[in-house]
């Protein structure tokens, strides 16, 4: 299966999704991963067997799984995970928080600037700064 990016799945019906976990939820028989990609954010819905797996954040993974439209989740879809592979696990936490308010600490914001640089109003940012 190709990988598909989380803005590219409008009209599809199974996917492959790669991207970091920006956000975990347990809601205790069912959980919800946030997944992020350079395109967005897709919330993945996990239950049963996968459930007793759920990655830390900022772990990258691979999700395979069904495309629901729904109006509860952040962007009007959500992804029903079949199988989730992890590709590498966040052994530490991170010292920029990504999905937080960001540290006011000049300093360290630049020691970490690949960090620094996944919260999404630095991206965009430079997304208009390009266009100009």
């Not at 599809?12 to 946030?34: C, M, P, Q, S, T």
């Not at 954010?41 to 459930?51: E, I």
């Not at 799984?65 to 992890?86: F, M, Q, S, W």
């Amino acid at each position: 299966m190709v990988r598909t990016l989380i803005k590219d799945i409008n009209n599809k019906k199974e996917v492959e999704l790669a991207g970091w976990v920006n956000n975990v939820r347990d809601h205790g028989k069912i959980g919800f991963i946030e997944l992020r990609d350079r395109t967005g954010y897709l919330q993945v819905v996990v239950d049963g067997s996968l459930f007793d797996h759920l990655p830390k954040k900022e772990s990258s993974i691979v999700v395979h799984g069904e495309v629901i439209p729904d109006k509860r989740a952040p962007n009007g879809y959500e992804l029903h995970a079949n199988k989730i592979e992890i590709l590498n696990y966040s052994a530490i936490e991170s010292p920029i928080p990504v999905n937080s308010d960001p540290i006011e600490n000049l300093d360290v914001r630049l020691d970490n600037r690949a960090l620094d640089l996944r919260r999404q109003k630095n991206r965009d940012i430079f997304k208009i700064q390009a266009q100009l």
